[in-house]
């Protein structure tokens, strides 16, 4: 099921206080990217996932909607919304090293709250990679027939 899109009611989503404050025990701060950081998070995004993902990261930059992060000044992860199109979560993405420390939940739980906080009441998870990962943690349900959705309308497909 892998590229279908996912819905996910905003309403529902909880803030998770206790793991933000368990990262930021570890040193991994979370904050929201800031426009004169572009140039810095999109190579670490193209460096360390795609050149596709840096681009829609810059736009989620330049509209607001992208949160990072970072320990000691090194950026951890990313994860965006409002970049491939409005009301669209991703992409999103944290370092191989880093991953099973909840960094993702964070940054996930971070976007649909401030898309909540945008007036949405849901949110797309476009082309989802890991369905039974959302499905669990913020409810998402596969949208039928989505595939490929509006990423078939890219250029060269």
């Known amino acids: 099921m892998q590229g279908t899109d996912m819905l996910v009611k905003l309403y529902e989503i909880q803030e998770d206080p206790a793991l933000e404050a368990r ?20 190579a670490f995004v193209r460096e360390n996932f795609t ?16 949160w ?7 950026m951890l992860g990313f994860a965006c919304f409002d970049a491939t199109m409005k009301d669209y979560f991703g992409p999103t993405g944290v370092l191989e090293s880093e991953r099973g420390k909840g960094i993702g939940k964070a940054l996930l739980l971070r976007c ?11 949110a797309i998870i476009g082309w989802a ?14 949208i039928a027939n989505s595939i490929p959705g509006s990423y078939g309308n890219r250029l060269g497909i």
């Open 51 to 66: 050149a596709g993902w840096a681009d829609e990261c810059m736009t989620g930059i330049l509209a607001g909607g992208c």
């Open 129 to 142: 990679g890991p369905v039974e990962y959302y499905k669990k943690v913020v409810g998402a349900i596969p």
């Open 68 to 74: 990072i992060a970072e320990r000691a000044g090194e």
């Open 112 to 122: 649909m709250v401030s898309m909540r906080e945008r007036g949405y009441a849901y």
């Open 23 to 42: 990262l930021l025990a570890d040193g991994i701060k979370l904050k929201r990217a800031m426009g004169m950081d572009i140039t810095e998070i999109t």
